[in-house]
């Protein structure tokens, strides 16, 4: 194996990333380290073609993992959107991997866009990569499942925002909704839904003790704020903005910001509400520890009047059968 002399130790921010997402033939332009003992030594250095016979010889040496150094972030990424739909397609490529990949580089746009969420290209590389994922919960067989077994339930807004929005995509086609732009706009809301909060301070968001009504009213602004960051950009369908000024409404009117009444609340409103909840009890945050799926299911519905009970049912039976028996 063409070990080249460079050691770097695992203590440096190094990435970790799969094997089967590299495409035989296609120039890499990131460098490719591997894990050997306590080292990460470099095995490849960038625009070296990546071929069948390099991916041979790693798969001959059980390696499945790579490592690329953490400054190389962005071009890794770079590579990866532009190949997503080839790896989805890639029948060679197990569906866990494909999910594992497609989860992975979702949260990495998705930190992009909170760092700068004006950004055009941000938006627009978001709207591409909810249409390839949109297509893999659609084609792949137990996609959902695949993806629920890579998610991460470490509350960062990234990792939830991803979480939202395969929640909502998972649950919209399981309640019969089948048309690709429906559920294009759909996820694409649902991935930027709290992207508003990015104007609210760490202080705030992540506070332990009660919000004061002025910074409670802040909170409540985070889904208009949503709304005009994105509309600024000029770049997401219309539909899609319900999922963010709408995703804490209420049924009984107890939501904000306006306070709607069920009957006004779009179903991308109502779904993402749903998915945004879920996924809030089910995380690990820095104020409280995650509940399991029954109990926070069982929370939801013990909220009356809040949720939509037709909903909420099909939700339980999405996340498992088993959790819907014991409501
Ligand atoms: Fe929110
Ligand atoms: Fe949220």
Same mark, same amino acid.
């Given at each position: ?41 470099? =095995?490849?250095?960038? #625009? ?5 016979? !390099?991916? @041979?010889? /790693?798969? &001959? ?115 019969? =909704?089948?048309?690709? #732009? ?5 996820? !694409?809301? @649902?991935? /930027?839904? &709290? ?133």
């Amino acid at each position: 194996m063409a070990i080249m002399n460079s050691k770097r130790t695992l203590t440096d921010k190094f990435l970790p990333i799969y094997l089967e997402a590299l495409r035989i033939d296609s120039v890499i332009d990131f460098d490719l380290y591997l894990s050997i003992g306590h080292d990460l030594v470099l =095995y490849r250095a960038a #625009d070296l073609p990546f071929t069948e016979k !390099t991916r @041979a010889t /790693l798969l &001959d040496n059980n390696i499945k993992q790579l490592f690329i150094p953490g400054g190389e972030r962005s071009r890794y990424q770079t590579y990866i959107e532009s190949n997503i739909n080839q790896i989805i397609e890639d029948r060679e490529i197990p569906e866990t991997t494909k999910a594992g990949i497609v989860y992975d580089s979702t949260k990495l746009l998705v930190k992009d866009v909170l760092d700068n969420p004006t950004l055009s290209d941000n938006i627009r590389r978001s709207k591409d990569l909810v249409e390839s994922s949109v297509n893999f919960v659609i084609k792949g067989q137990d996609a959902f499942h695949n993806l629920l077994m890579v998610m991460s339930f470490d509350y960062y807004t990234y990792t939830h925002s991803v979480n939202v929005c395969t929640f909502a995509v998972a649950f919209a086609r399981h309640l019969g =909704y089948s048309d690709e #732009d429906f559920l294009i706009n759909l996820g !694409t809301g @649902a991935l /930027l839904h &709290d992207v508003g909060k990015t104007k609210i301070s760490d202080r705030i968001l992540n506070k332990r003790s009660r919000l004061s009504p002025l910074e409670l009213e802040l909170i409540r602004k985070h889904p208009q704020w949503g709304v005009d960051l994105i509309r600024d950009t000029n770049l997401v369908h219309d539909s899609s903005y319900y999922a963010i000024l709408q995703h804490h409404e209420r049924d009984d009117q107890s939501g904000y910001p306006a306070g709607l009444r069920g009957e006004d609340i779009h179903i991308y409103g109502k779904i993402t509400g749903i998915a945004d909840s879920f996924d809030a009890m089910t995380t690990r945050r820095v104020y409280q520890n995650a509940v399991e799926t029954y109990p926070a299911l069982k929370a939801l519905f013990e909220r009356e009047n809040a949720f939509d009970r037709n909903l909420l049912e099909q939700f339980a039976l999405l996340m498992g059968p088993r959790e819907m028996a014991q409501l």
